[in-house]
């Protein structure tokens, strides 16, 4: 076997699609495929020195197209401009086919409106409604039924086409043309009767609610791909080249192993290398999700698009393009995502065995009647009430509309949920992994104790290290300055500051020397010796996961400042609805053993995992899910993304990541755990209204087709039903709009 092949799949409009494909590239000498219906991509194991062009040539055979897929570009107008003109097609069908259908529905279903020939108008109204706006479903339909298959749109367009059908045949070969004609109907029907009846209404209106569902489903399937877009626009576009010691700006993608580039404060890295001059502290969380940035000096590793937080940097080159951290992060998203199985809808799994069950009792009805009843008219009339009773009116509009509720409900508590599959998941979930920075911490450095020595004041000594840190760039530096402007403290100015990268400054502060940093240092350096009474301070801060901050001036140490990342106040609350929920909580982090494991003991969490790389987090997962638990990943960091994705239901905070929400199912755009646990709630309760509107709309199928087949239904009444079981599924739907977060 070579690596494996990935196929662009087009023209699947469900997930049987997706398993028809699959199951024609398998039955080819050696090979293995798997189609994934959400990513529109078929995975494909082949032997060696097999021809690409036959495993096209069978995909097509089975009636859709196959190539081999571009790298995605990275997020830009261009794009996004690309994306939309793939659905404007589709929304257009939908608001001309809703402009001819409302007024057919109007003069159909109102007596008043009905003036002379107006059936004549609403026939040339609905005509291109059922002919045009439902040509995606007679197209697709036709391709299903040359492969032995039905699905939702091979009952789409049999309903339509045979409430247009009986139509065309009753005004011109019926009664229905003549002039005067009204829309009058009786609960049973009467002999010679079907020919005075119309159906165009039916035909319109069941094609614009199909429609309507179709276009709310390719809008979120466009976005498959900003997932990788958005890792692709987190990288450098430029970089400062350094030749001969003259800098120049330069693309990125010009780089080659073993240039050299320079690195300014703020600036992004922009390829993974080696420093080879200055030291600095640089932001790894994009990568590792540690909240403190990380030392570096010369011979240290850095990584592509992680941002230098300190000094002047210059790094020679290791590894460029799709070598990089960066790619290699974006493949291990890709390779999620293809390993994610999309679960069918429960409407195209049942409507494989009920189209054709509908469709032959049909037929069933039309011979019995015609071999026994008075008329060939009346063994028809009762073909097409059975045919328009089953029309899926009801099942199309079940999932979208409750979709819709749901997700207009979610945006408004500040949820935002993918679609059916991903409600599907949520009553499966019995175990949600918590990734800690930036999702159970603020992801914020701050200032979290502080401890001086007796007979030092505790606001004097906050002063003069935020004298002597103001002119730092550390984000420690930075903390510290917060804290003392949060309380209201007059910082004095500071005069020959220093600042000594990884270790701590000095300055003049207030006419003391002030020196500000690492205990070790001040020991080192500077000969100063931590009181006895500061040192569980110090040994407090960093068990906790913490920075200590010794501070020092007149040449003896007077205080220890803890720095580090803080709880969100609701974190433990969330933790607790969690469990409510029947979920258990496990904290996966890539922040040392001592953070995590106090971060989990404040919210409640016995289950930690820590030091965990992006690979490492996408690797616990799987293993959660070997042993058979249903995992929801809750992350906010590009370090996070591949987990989201290999997670059954993937959960992003919307302060995250451009590239963690497109990895996700559901993010939410509140910066707070509470609301991971109310878009649990309303997923699930999204998913019941829907099952509960498939099951109504399946019983009233199955109640009303033995009565429309014994020729006691009025086809007209046959509408009517059809039309009731429509206003109940949106009526039961709208119940979600009650649905309150916590």
């Known amino acids: 076997m070579t690596a494996p092949i990935e196929f662009e799949i087009g023209g699947m409009t469900c997930a049987s699609c997706a398993n028809r494909v699959e199951r024609k590239l398998n039955r080819l000498p050696g090979v293995e495929a798997t189609v994934n219906y959400a990513t529109e991509k078929a995975r494909v194991q082949v032997p060696e020195g097999t021809d690409v062009t036959s495993l096209i040539a069978a995909v097509e055979a089975a009636g859709y197209s196959a190539a081999l897929p571009a790298p995605p570009p990275p997020a830009s107008s261009e794009t996004r401009q690309q994306d939309e003109a793939e659905v404007r097609p589709l929304r257009q069908r939908l608001l001309v086919s809703a402009a001819l259908a409302l007024p057919v529905a109007l003069l159909s279903m109102v007596p008043a409106l009905q003036f002379p020939n107006w059936q004549w108008l609403t026939l040339t109204l609905a005509a291109p409604v059922a002919v045009w706006g439902a040509w995606p479903f007679h197209r697709a339909a036709w391709v299903n039924a040359r492969h032995g298959a039905a699905t939702m749109d091979t009952l789409i367009s049999v309903g339509v086409l045979a409430a247009f059908g009986w139509s065309l045949y009753?005004?011109?070969?019926?009664?229905?043309?003549m002039r005067g004609m009204t829309m009058g109907w009786t609960l049973f029907p009467q002999t010679g009767s079907g020919g005075e009846e119309l159906y165009l209404e039916v035909a319109a209106a069941v094609t614009v609610f199909i429609l309507a569902g179709r276009y709310i489903e390719a809008r979120s399937k466009r976005k498959s791909g900003e997932?990788?877009?958005?890792?692709?626009?987190?990288?450098a576009k430029e970089a400062t080249a350094l030749e001969g010691g003259v800098e120049r700006k330069v693309p990125v993608s010009s780089?080659?192993?073993?240039?050299?580039?320079?690195?300014?404060?703020?600036?992004?890295?922009?390829?993974?290398?080696?420093?080879?001059?200055?030291?600095?502290?640089?932001d790894m969380s994009l990568l590792t999700g540690e909240?403190?940035?990380?030392?570096?000096?010369?011979?240290?590793?850095?990584?592509?698009?992680?941002?230098?937080?300190?000094?002047?940097l210059v790094v020679e080159a290791t590894r460029v393009g799709a070598d990089t951290e960066l790619s290699r992060l974006g493949r291990l998203i890709e390779d999620a995502q293809a390993g994610k199985a999309e679960v069918q809808r429960l409407a195209d799994r049942v409507s494989g065995i009920f189209v054709p069950v509908v469709i032959g009792l049909a037929v069933a009805t039309f011979t019995a009647w015609a071999l026994l009843g008075p008329s060939l008219e009346a063994a028809f009339t009762a073909a097409v009430a059975t045919l328009i009773i089953a029309c899926p009116c009801a099942l199309g509009l079940a999932t979208p509309t409750a979709l819709m509720v749901g997700t207009g409900r979610g945006s408004q508590l500040g949820i935002l949920i993918r679609g059916p599959r991903v409600l599907e998941q949520t009553r499966r979930i019995d175990t949600i992994v918590l990734?800690?920075?930036?999702?159970?911490?603020?992801?914020?450095?701050?200032?979290?104790?502080l401890r001086v020595a007796d007979g030092v004041d505790a606001g004097n000594a906050l002063a003069l290290a935020a004298g002597a840190e103001q002119g730092s760039e550390h984000p420690i530096g930075r903390a510290v300055v917060a804290e003392a402007a949060r309380r209201g403290l007059v910082m004095p100015a500071a005069e020959s500051f220093a600042s000594h990268q990884g270790r701590g400054v000095q300055a003049m502060v207030g006419g003391h020397l002030v020196v500000a940093g690492r205990a070790d240092w001040l020991a080192e350096d500077w000969a100063i010796a931590l009181p006895a009474s500061l040192a569980p301070a110090v040994s407090d801060t960093e068990s906790a996961g913490g920075t200590a901050v010794v501070l020092a001036w007149d040449g003896v140490a007077r205080a220890v400042i803890g720095v580090g990342d803080t709880v969100k106040e609701t974190s433990a609350a969330a933790v607790a609805m969690f469990r409510r929920l029947g979920l258990t909580p496990v904290l996966l982090t890539g922040d040392n053993e001592g953070a995590a494991r106090s971060a989990a003991a404040q919210v409640g969490i016995t289950e930690v995992l820590a030091r965990a790389t992006p690979q490492g987090k996408l690797e616990h997962i799987r293993r959660l899910?070997?042993?058979?638990?249903?995992?929801?990943?809750?992350?906010?960091?590009?370090?996070?993304?591949?987990?989201?994705?290999?997670?059954?239901?993937?959960?992003?905070?919307?302060?995250?990541?451009?590239?963690a929400i497109a990895a996700s199912d559901v993010t939410v755009v509140?910066?707070?755990?509470?609301?991971?646990?109310?878009?649990?709630?309303?997923?699930?309760?999204?998913l019941g209204t829907i099952k509960g509107n498939l099951f109504w709309a399946f019983?009233?199928?199955?109640?009303?087709?033995?009565?429309?087949?014994?020729?006691?239904?009025?086809?007209?009444?046959?509408?009517?039903?059809?039309?009731?079981?429509?206003?109940?599924?949106?009526?039961?739907?709208?119940?979600?709009?009650?649905?309150?977060?916590?």
């Open 227 to 235: 997932a990788l877009r958005a890792l692709l626009e987190l990288e």
């Open 170 to 177: 009753a005004l011109f070969l019926g009664s229905a043309g």
């Open 435 to 449: 990734d800690k920075t930036g999702t159970v911490t603020t992801g914020l450095m701050t200032v979290t104790s």
């Open 291 to 312: 909240s403190v940035p990380v030392e570096v000096a010369v011979g240290s590793r850095v990584v592509g698009a992680t941002i230098n937080a300190g000094g002047r």
């Open 670 to 686: 509140r910066d707070d755990l509470v609301t991971v646990g109310d878009a649990i709630r309303l997923a699930r309760r999204t």
């Open 625 to 659: 899910q070997e042993q058979g638990r249903v995992v929801a990943m809750v992350g906010d960091g590009v370090n996070d993304a591949a987990a989201l994705a290999a997670a059954d239901l993937g959960i992003a905070m919307g302060g995250g990541t451009d590239a």
């Open 699 to 742: 019983a009233y199928n199955v109640a009303a087709i033995p009565v429309a087949m014994l020729g006691l239904l009025n086809p007209l009444v046959a509408g009517a039903a059809m039309a009731f079981s429509s206003v109940f599924v949106v009526t039961n739907s709208l119940r979600l709009r009650r649905f309150a977060g916590s």
């Open 255 to 282: 780089l080659a192993v073993g240039n050299r580039f320079v690195v300014r404060p703020g600036e992004k890295i922009a390829t993974d290398g080696v420093v080879v001059e200055g030291s600095s502290a640089v």
